[in-house]
């Protein structure tokens, strides 16, 4: 599904399959990265909507991983074994538990299923920018969701999007959140300016970037957090 000039969501719910994260790809100049892939669950939904899109798999260089997270990047073994170099890229804090295919800390028990491991070929870090024909991906950590969460942005026709990832709409899970750096992160976003963003778990939407907007998400995000370890809610 065409969301902007050069950016469609290909995974996520209501595209690949219910279990899955959000999946944005961003194409340009014959090059494409994806954002996220979802899970073996909807790899093939995922890659006939890539195909739909226009855009020959060919092109895809690379997969950046928000998080660890079962329902965002456990898709990226199959997709590397479908087609020879394509590689991962996800932050140092995340990479063990791809590697290893922890079912714990990347949620693949609470799905009832397995994590296939794979290699992270990259490792991005705060600030890293990754070229996606005449464009621009700049990377941001966002721990908090988990800790080696990213946020990532690109300017679209004037526009600046940010793909949040889990940061504004992700659960609290125990054995990889952390409420404190979750609460910097977004104060961090809070003190940024986009356009647009998306979000983790979303229909095919994109959202106006504005304070109101993020404020409700994080008291959201935190009181969710706070409810889960049985303390009291945050104060508006």
């Known amino acids: ?40 669950l909807g790899v093939n939904r995922l890659l006939k909507n890539i195909r739909s899109d226009g855009v020959p798999l060919g092109k895809i260089k690379l997969i950046v991983g928000t998080q660890g997270h079962f329902d965002h990047v456990e898709a990226a073994s199959h997709l590397k074994r479908r087609h020879r170099g394509l590689e991962l890229g996800m932050h140092e804090k995340d990479r ?77 899970w125990l054995h990889s959140s952390n409420l404190a750096q979750w609460k910097r992160s977004l104060d961090r976003l809070l003190g940024m300016s986009f356009d647009l963003f998306t979000e983790s778990h979303s229909d095919c939407v994109i959202y106006a970037y504005t304070k109101e907007r993020l404020l409700k998400a994080k008291s959201a995000v935190l009181n969710e957090a706070l409810t889960f370890l049985g303390m009291s809610p945050w104060p508006s």
């Open 1 to 40: 599904m065409k969301l902007l000039e050069g950016v469609f969501q290909v995974g996520g719910a209501s595209l690949s399959h219910p279990e899955d994260g959000s999946a944005y790809l961003i194409e340009d100049g014959g090059e494409a990265v994806l954002i996220d892939c979802g899970s073996h």
């Open 96 to 172: 063990s538990i791809v590697e290893k295919g922890d079912a714990v800390r990347t949620c693949a028990n609470f799905y009832g299923e397995r994590f296939h491991p794979t290699k992270v070929d990259l490792i991005l870090r705060d600030g890293d920018e990754i070229s996606v024909g005449s464009r621009v991906l700049r990377t941001f950590h966002l721990p908090g969701h988990t800790n080696g969460h990213l946020g990532l942005s690109v300017d679209v026709n004037g526009l600046s999007v940010l793909f949040a990832g889990s940061t504004l709409t992700g659960g609290f």
